[in-house]
Structures are given as structure tokens and as C-alpha cells.
């Protein structure tokens, strides 16, 4: 089972939206809605930010959300802050023995 | 407020066994409601999920480490464990625990342990 395709940085300036992409396959984030979006800073442990697809956890800014289209789902940061300069990893629910599968991984810069 | 702790050895030997045990606190690990896993994390890579385990002992792991890999859980101290075999440097990596629900959500997680493989 491959890592979920993700885009290895995205930027933007403070304000503006952002958008990341995951990219499975039919097998993952095609079938199922079990998508989950972390977001890691420098030395920390991941935090979740986004579960089954577009869900958000108490206490997680509305700046934040999440869709699916097919095999590749999104995570959307409006109003980008400086806090939010991390990096973001999806995961996904998959029918293979592996079980769960993680995305490759997404630096995010605030210009 | 549920929180986990990973404990272990920061470094170990190439070729020997690695224990690590995550102990959870604010609420019961025996709860029906969770799974309980480990995640690995390379240096400057990626997150890896390597299994886990449900309260009842039943386990799932990883195919890619299945060979190596044990988790156990001991309900009595509110931990579960991993023991992952014959190491190498590949091995080496922060390793975490988390609570699992099941859908590839892991909503609580500890800080993480740092482990290194090297003679």
C-alpha cells in the first residue's frame, strides 16, 4: 500500500486561502469517507484537524475544512495565519491489510 | 482530558528488541469505544502507522512490520505496549501512541519518543 499523494509545500500570504490536495485511490479515498487531516509542528505530536472527510473536531478553528472529490480529497485553510505554518498529513481508511494509509506530507508557508 | 505518554529506551542496539509502553490517563483504556495504536515517524519523514490493539487483546498490524511486531495491553495499569524486533537503522524514528476510533481518526496522541538504533 503507497503513501496518499500529497503536494510537498504549499504557500500563502497572510489572508488568503489555501488549498491541499490527497490524492488515494479507489481502493482508500475513492470508497471510503474515513478521510483525517493532522497538523504537525517542528517537535510536536500530530494534531487532528479534520476527520471523516469534512468533520471538525471541538475546538478546531472554521478556517479549517475539508471535501472529497473522487480519489482525492482536500483540506482548505482560509484566512491563512502565521500559526497555521505547519506541516499537514491526510490519512485514510483502506480495504488493503494495511488498514490505514498516511499522506506523504504538505509544508505549508506563510509568506 | 485524555492524555498518553510513550516510555522506553532512547537508544537501543542494532538486532535487539524494542519495548515501548504508552500509558493513558483520563479515562480507561478498557472503554469499547477505541482502539489503541503506534505511529512511527522517521526522521524528517513521514507518519507510518505500525498496528494495534483493541482492549480485548485483539490486534491488527502493519503487514510491512507484521513479522517484527507485538502490541499487548495490560488494562490492570491503563497501558499498552510495543515490541518491535530486530532492529535497524530504519528503525530509527519518534514513535507514538494514539487513541484510534477506528476510521483513521486519532484523536489523542502522546508527545512522542525518539528512539534511536545504534552500536
Known amino acids: 500500500q503507497s503513501a496518499l499523494t500529497q503536494p510537498a509545500s504549499v504557500s500563502g500570504s497572510p489572508g488568503q486561502s489555501i488549498t491541499i490536495s490527497c490524492t488515494g485511490t479507489?481502493?482508500?479515498?475513492?470508497?471510503?469517507?474515513?478521510v483525517s487531516w493532522y497538523q504537525q509542528h517542528p517537535g510536536k505530536a500530530p494534531k487532528i484537524m479534520i476527520y471523516?472527510?469534512?468533520d471538525r473536531p471541538s475546538g478546531v478553528s472554521n478556517r479549517f475544512s475539508g471535501s472529497k472529490s473522487g480519489n482525492t480529497a482536500s483540506l482548505t485553510i482560509s484566512g491563512l495565519q502565521a500559526e497555521d505554518e505547519a506541516d499537514y498529513y491526510c490519512?485514510?481508511?483502506?480495504?488493503?491489510?494495511?488498514?490505514?494509509?498516511f499522506g506523504t506530507g504538505t509544508k505549508v508557508t506563510v509568506l | 482530558q485524555v492524555q498518553l505518554q510513550e516510555s522506553g529506551p532512547g537508544l537501543v542496539k542494532p538486532s535487539q528488541t524494542l519495548s515501548l509502553t504508552c500509558t493513558v490517563s483520563?479515562?480507561?483504556?478498557?472503554?469499547?469505544?477505541?482502539?489503541w495504536s503506534w505511529i512511527w515517524q522517521p526522521a524528517g519523514k513521514g507518519l507510518e502507522w505500525i498496528g494495534r490493539?483493541?482492549?480485548?487483546?485483539?490486534?491488527t498490524y502493519n503487514p510491512s512490520l507484521h513479522s517484527r511486531v507485538s502490541i499487548s495491553v495490560d488494562t490492570s495499569k491503563n497501558q499498552f505496549s510495543l515490541r518491535l524486533s530486530s532492529l535497524t537503522a530504519a528503525d530509527t524514528a519518534i514513535y507514538y501512541c494514539?487513541?484510534?476510533?477506528?476510521?483513521?481518526?486519532?484523536?489523542?496522541w502522546g508527545q512522542g519518543t525518539l528512539v534511536t538504533v545504534s552500536s
Open positions: 490493539i483493541y482492549a480485548s487483546g485483539s490486534t
Open positions: 490519512s485514510s481508511y483502506t480495504s488493503s491489510s494495511t488498514l490505514f494509509v
Open positions: 479507489s481502493s482508500d479515498v475513492g470508497t471510503y469517507n474515513y
Open positions: 494514539a487513541r484510534d476510533l477506528g476510521r483513521a481518526h486519532f484523536d489523542y
Open positions: 471523516d472527510v469534512s
Open positions: 483520563g479515562g480507561s483504556i478498557t472503554s469499547d469505544s477505541y482502539y
